[in-house]
């Protein structure tokens, strides 16, 4: 039987056309027969893989009856692994690419057992317009790319709702087949935080064990159109596709059940284990008092307080959405370490952006027990931020500790 998993996610840029390109060479050298076929009109696995030098035809000459899948299957290295593009070269292509999968018609291409492949990994374009619907519909289940970024896991309760509202809308088999994250860098102690605070969040089978990690050897896999696993530099990385292939290969008997979340399942954690992942208890309402005081005394227009991963833990009257100014705060505030380091000044605390001619945010790091916090606010520029920001942080460590 052939299983078709779809390789996608929310973001842009996450690595879905790399990993679905090694995990491809990855399962064929367990002896399975594969096929990617490229669902983004941009071209990421016909780029990746150099098929538009090598065959310009895909899915869009199929879909208008001009060729047939077969004759559009570029082999890759062997006749075990091949890649079909989409095919789109012009305005109107995307366009009809993008109709012809929103009415449903890549399903019935891909219908069935196909031509003796194990294994069809379809390489979705970012977000979930028509055409990653389209590819969740055919598929038996589909693999979600992280990074572990500030913001990751504010938007992953959207992200498994929409997996529910795709189960309800387009393919009620659909199954997760695992939450992969890519480009991590281990040594980052957010990033580590933010893998505890997501796996605390959610089932442990929903993740893959193996994670990749931030390799440079893809940039020059995507200069040369190779895979990792046929540059020297890329060896070490090529052993955890390895690895995941076998997850992957595995996992075909462990699906997720079929009915994993109901409607109401609560994805915040439950309270013991927020409890343990942080020694603080926030009183929310006196962070809010303080956040409120400040921004009538001082004149700004809002704040927020969050930790380091960017959680908001309280805010006030945010002018922006509270978890996008709390997901500012994390990476501003990692950048500020950053630059700190780099000029060999490790207490640069404060840092302050104009965001357009009037209105500037203000961002103030602090610790208290070995956590680090960010308090962020936004003023207009002409307002003397830090000094209020200052009394405001001291209320802030007072009613944390
Ligand atoms: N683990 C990684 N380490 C370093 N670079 C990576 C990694 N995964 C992907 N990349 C690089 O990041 C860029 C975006 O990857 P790509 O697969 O095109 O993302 P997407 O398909 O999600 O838009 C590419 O230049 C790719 O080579
Ligand atoms: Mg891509």
Same mark, same amino acid.
């Given at each position: 039987m052939t299983r078709k998993i779809t390789i996608a996610s929310?973001? %842009?840029? +996450?690595g879905k056309t790399a990993i679905t390109i090694n995990l491809a060479y990855s399962l064929r050298r367990l002896g399975k027969k594969v096929l990617i076929v490229d669902g983004d009109s941009q071209g990421g696995v016909a780029t990746a893989c150099r098929l538009k030098i090598l065959n310009s035809k895909g899915l869009v000459q199929v879909l208008r009856g001009e060729e047939n899948l077969e004759g559009v299957a570029v082999p890759l290295d062997g006749d075990d692994l091949a890649a079909i593009g989409? %095919? /789109? #070269?012009t305005p109107e292509d995307i366009v009809y690419f993008e109709e012809q999968a929103a009415v449903g018609r890549l399903g019935a291409l891909f219908s069935g057992d196909f031509d003796n492949y194990d294994f069809i990994l379809y390489d979705a374009p970012v977000g979930i317009g028509v055409v990653t619907r389209g590819l969740f519909a055919i598929s038996d289940s589909f693999i979600q790319v992280l990074n572990c970024r500030a913001g990751t896991v504010i938007t992953l309760s959207r992200l498994l709702n929409l997996y529910i509202w795709i189960r309800k $809308? =387009? $393919?009620?088999?659909?199954?997760?087949?695992g939450i992969l994250f890519n480009m991590? $860098?281990? #040594?980052s102690v957010i990033e580590s935080k933010i893998v505890k605070q997501l796996k605390s969040r959610l089932p442990a089978r929903l993740f893959f064990d193996t994670a990749i990690p931030f390799d440079d050897a893809f940039e020059v896999a995507a200069i040369k159109a190779l895979p990792l696993e046929k540059l020297q530099a890329g060896h070490r990385t090529a052993r955890d596709f390895m690895a995941l292939a076998v997850e992957v290969e595995t996992r075909k008997h462990q699906? !997720? %059940?079929? +009915?994993? =979340? %109901?409607?109401?399942?609560?994805? /915040? *954690? *439950?309270e013991e284990a927020r409890g343990e992942e942080s020694a603080l208890a926030p009183n929310r309402d006196e962070l809010k008092e303080a956040l409120s005081e400040m921004c009538e005394n001082g004149g700004f227009y809002g704040a927020v307080v969050a930790d380091e991963m960017g959680f908001p833990l309280a805010d006030y #009257?945010? *002018? !922006?959405g509270v978890d996008a100014l709390a997901t500012c705060s994390s990476l501003l505030g990692e950048a500020l370490v950053k630059a700190g380091t780099i000029i060999e000044m490790s207490e640069v605390n404060n840092l302050v952006m104009d965001i357009n001619q009037e209105d500037k945010l203000v961002l103030h790091r602090f610790s208290l027990l070995d956590e680090n916090y960010m308090l962020v606010a936004i003023c207009p520029r002409e307002v003397e931020a830090l000094g209020e920001i200052g009394l405001a942080t001291a209320r802030i460590i007072k009613s944390l500790s």
């Open positions: 929310q973001k %842009g840029g +996450v989409t %095919g /789109a #070269s $809308n =387009f $393919n009620p088999d659909l199954k997760i087949e991590l $860098n281990s #040594s699906f !997720i %059940g079929d +009915v994993m =979340f %109901g409607d109401d399942y609560d994805f /915040a *954690p *439950p #009257s945010s *002018p !922006i």
